[in-house]
């Protein structure tokens, strides 16, 4: 069956801005949360944003990094996440090097 993210994240409002992504469980560090874009060329910036990408938001001191694979963005921890945390990564929408 199909879930559009993982078991152990859920949308709610954030205080960072609107909506945002927040673990339900502990997460561990190191682990892909899954995919967060699609290369297509036919949308804005190249990509199209799957759930799980719609609703991470950006942080200077964020606890996950964008994975560039080629095809896909990917959003994996760079931090040990608790139950109730919000998911961040800092990122840029023009250039992803930054």
């Given amino acids: 069956m199909y879930?559009?993210?993982?078991?152990?994240?859920?949308?709610?409002t954030s205080n960072i801005d609107g909506l945002g992504l927040f673990?339900?469980?502990?997460?561990?560090?190191?682990?892909?949360?899954?995919i967060t874009h699609i290369k297509d060329e036919?949308?804005?910036?190249g990509y199209s944003r799957t759930p799980l990408g719609g609703f991470?938001?950006?942080?200077?001191?964020?606890?996950?990094?964008?994975?560039?694979?080629?095809?896909?963005?990917?959003l994996q921890t760079i931090t040990d996440i608790k139950a109730g945390d919000e998911i961040t990564a800092?990122?840029?929408?023009?250039?992803?090097?930054?």
């Fill in 23 to 34: 673990a339900v469980s502990d997460i561990s560090i190191n682990t892909n949360l899954g």
């Fill in 42 to 45: 036919r949308f804005d910036n």
């Fill in 56 to 74: 991470f938001n950006h942080s200077d001191t964020p606890n996950c990094h964008v994975l560039y694979n080629g095809d896909f963005i990917e």
């Fill in 90 to 98: 800092k990122y840029t929408f023009y250039n992803p090097n930054l």
């Fill in 3 to 12: 879930r559009p993210l993982p078991n152990t994240l859920t949308i709610k």
